[in-house]
Each structure stands twice: as C-alpha cells, then as structure tokens.
C-alpha cells in the first residue's frame, strides 16, 4: 500500500449522481455499459463507459445513484466518450460491484 497525504485525496473529486440512460456497449473490448448519469446542477450531465455487466443490466440502473470521479480528463473508449470514471469494487469472481450511497442523496454530493 502506497500512502498518500490527505491534499492527495482532495485532488479526487468523488460526486454522487442519478443513472439517467443506460445502454448496452457491445463494441467495447471488455463488456461495458454506457452511462448517462446527473450530477446535479453544479455538475450537470457526464457520460461514462463501466464494465459492469457481470451483475447489471441497462434496464436496472435507470434511476440507481452511483459515485463518480468528476475531475478526470475525458478519454476516448472505442467510440464512446467517457467523461467520468464509476467506481466500484471487484468481486470474488472478477465482477463490479458499484459503490453506491446506503440512502439517497442530493445529485453532486461530494464524498468526504
């Protein structure tokens, strides 16, 4: 492990946002999902390509709050702008698990 000081964490700008399209992405390398997700007003909209589809599917994350990080320079994923990174974390099997607020809260909350 690798530590860093506490000014390293606040360059990582972690928001909390709304799904609001989802799509399949079946061009990418490694099976992904297209993400619209709202980060609220300060924020707005970003789009995001996630490899997540070991336990999602487009039609269940419409409206699932999930956290991004918001400062990352855009990159090109296939023909897919990806503006965001979600996070989340692996499982015993290789899958994301996203990491995802236990309750609901204002689009653009940063985490702490």
């Known amino acids: ?6 000014d ?5 700008d972690i928001r909390v946002g709304t799904v609001i399209r989802a799509e399949p992405y079946p061009e990418a390398r490694k099976p992904a999902i297209k993400l619209w ?5 300060e924020i707005g909209e970003k789009k995001s390509s996630a490899q997540i589809t070991a336990h ?3 039609e269940t994350l419409v409206g699932k709050q999930v956290m991004g990080v918001v400062n990352f320079p855009r990159r090109q994923i296939g023909r897919f702008m990806s503006e965001c990174l979600i996070v ?3 499982d015993e099997e290789g ?3 996203l990491a995802v607020p236990d309750q609901n ?3 653009g909350g940063k985490l702490h």
């Open 8 to 12: 390293d964490f606040l360059k990582v």
């Open 95 to 97: 899958g994301v698990v």
């Open 88 to 90: 989340g974390f692996t």
């Open 56 to 58: 999602y599917d487009p």
């Open 37 to 41: 997700v709202d980060f609220g007003p």
């Open 105 to 107: 809260v204002p689009n």
């Open 1 to 6: 492990m690798r530590e860093i000081t506490y």
